[in-house]
C-alpha cells in the first residue's frame, strides 16, 4: 500500500544494531518492486529501499537499462516501467505468477546480474 511490506519494514527495523556498527558500509544494495497498478507508487517504495542502503552507507545498483517508451513498445520489452533507480513490475490483481510479463521478469533478471556483477567486481583484490 505505497510502501514496502510491513515484513520488509520488520527487517528493516531489525537492522538497527548493523546501523550502530556500520556493518554494511560500502556493501552493495538493491531492490524492486511489484503492484497491481501502472504507478501503484511504486517510486515510494524503491525510494524506501535507496533511504535504507544510505543509511547503512551502503553502495545502491541503479537499473542501466533504457525504459521502453516509444510507440512501437510492448509490454514485454524490458524496463517498460520506464524506472531509472531499480526494477518496477507490474502485474494485475486477479493474474497469477505465471501471467506476470516476461518483460518485467527479464528486466529482474538483467538487474540481479547486474547487481551480482558490481558485487563480484567490488570483491576482487585491487590491481596494480
Known sequence: MGGPSWQFKKFADETLRAWFELRWKDKVFGGFTNSASINGDKLNTIQYFLLLAGQHGGLWVSLAIKPANFKASKRDDLNRMGSYIAPMAQSDADAS????????????RAYGARVAGIARRLAEPARA
Open 97 to 108: 505468477p505465471e501471467e506476470m510479463s516476461s518483460g518485467d521478469l527479464e528486466t529482474g
